[in-house]
């Protein structure tokens, strides 16, 4: 079945970088736009950032626009989030999961919802 | 920027039907879906395209939108149904938002 893994995760000082990576299996990869959301510890759900199928198109939330990146790599089956400046307030448990609106050629904006979704990464921010 | 509300918990006695709502302004015109959420798991699609099931999810999950409410419906519910849902939607200006959250309790 479809999965997702993401791996990256650790204790990092404020202030420092960290990137995320979310590798795929058994879909086509390069057909579906893909999203990062995380969850600080005892809160909701956090959408971050979402990419399109070709890595074309990418939006990001306002709350970590200009520090946080997303890109993927569809020839590794790869998504990624680099991290920069990282605070304390971004300690949480990060998801990657895949856009529900399949791409059958050229570039597709995600719209859809989100299915399946990896396992998570935990990222703790603290000196 | 677009607001998702949810009362934060609801709780219903084994067997009954629970009743999950999302609040937004007009919601009724957008696409709704809903995630249900275990201690220590990822999410998991329960609900889509506000009535729509994933396959493997139980009949007993069924949702509905209109106007400034999506409902999701859990009927007859068990013990295993215990967790957090999360309705979900796409708003032009704030991309991707998803409600606090609701704590499903089987008494």
């Known amino acids: 079945q479809v999965q997702l893994v993401e791996s990256g995760g650790g204790v990092v000082q404020p202030g420092r970088s960290l990137r995320l990576s979310c590798a795929a299996s058994r879909f086509t990869f390069s057909s579906y736009g893909m999203h990062w959301v995380r969850q600080a510890p005892g809160k909701g759900l956090e959408w971050l950032a979402v990419i399109s199928n070709d890595g074309a198109n990418k939006d990001y939330a306002d709350s970590v626009k200009g520090r946080f990146s997303i890109s993927r790599d569809n020839s590794k089956n790869t998504l990624y989030l680099q991290m920069n400046s990282l605070r304390a307030e971004d300690t949480a448990v990060y998801y990657c999961?895949?856009?529900?609106?399949?791409?059958?050629?050229?570039?597709?904006?995600?719209?859809?919802?989100?299915?399946?979704w990896g396992q998570g990464t935990l990222v703790t921010v603290s000196s | 920027s677009y607001v998702l509300t949810q009362s934060p918990s609801v709780s219903v006695a084994p067997g009954q039907t629970a009743r999950i709502t999302c609040g937004g302004n007009n919601i009724g015109s957008k696409s709704v879906h809903w995630y249900q959420q275990k201690p220590g798991q990822a999410p998991v699609l329960v609900v889509y395209d506000d009535s729509d099931r994933p396959s493997g999810i139980p009949e007993r999950f069924s949702g509905s939108n209109s106007g400034n409410t999506a409902t999701l419906t859990i009927s007859r519910v068990e013990a295993g149904d215990e967790a957090d849902y999360y309705c979900q939607v796409w708003d032009s200006s704030s991309d991707v938002v998803f409600g606090g959250g609701t704590k499903l309790t089987v008494l």
């Open positions: 999961a895949r856009d529900a609106v399949y791409c059958s050629g050229g570039s597709c904006n995600p719209r859809g919802w989100f299915d399946p």
